[in-house]
């Protein structure tokens, strides 16, 4: 049996969160944290299960951290941009 998640990405050093989406599998949001995190980023990701008491987006909480709206796409940007300057760097190493 499958069970649906919430897809939550957080901004540790902003103490923000958001709401991505559900889904039954957390593997894309797992991975794309860790690349996040491997290049320097202070973010993580919870993926709790959806229940009669977080059954709307809206409902979903996260103790010590503000609900961010834009959240991801920003983090996704910055992650881009980190990308670019450290293939700069390598270039300039070569």
């Keep these: 049996m499958t069970?649906?998640?919430?897809?939550?990405i957080k901004d540790d050093s902003?103490?923000?969160?958001?709401?991505?989406?559900?889904?039954?599998?957390?593997?894309?949001?797992?991975n794309k944290t860790y690349a996040m995190q491997?290049?320097?980023?202070?973010?993580s990701c919870v993926t709790p299960p959806i229940t009669s008491n977080n059954a709307s987006k809206g409902l979903v909480k996260i103790?010590?951290?503000?609900?961010?709206?834009?959240?991801?796409?920003?983090?996704?940007?910055?992650y881009s941009e980190l990308l670019r300057q450290?293939?700069?760097?390598?270039?300039?190493?070569?």
């Design 38 to 43: 491997r290049v320097g980023m202070n973010v």
């Design 63 to 78: 103790t010590g951290y503000l609900a961010e709206s834009g959240l991801y796409d920003r983090l996704q940007k910055q």
């Design 3 to 8: 069970h649906k998640l919430w897809l939550i």
């Design 14 to 30: 902003k103490r923000t969160f958001e709401v991505i989406g559900q889904a039954g599998n957390e593997n894309s949001l797992v």
């Design 86 to 94: 450290s293939s700069f760097e390598d270039e300039d190493d070569a």
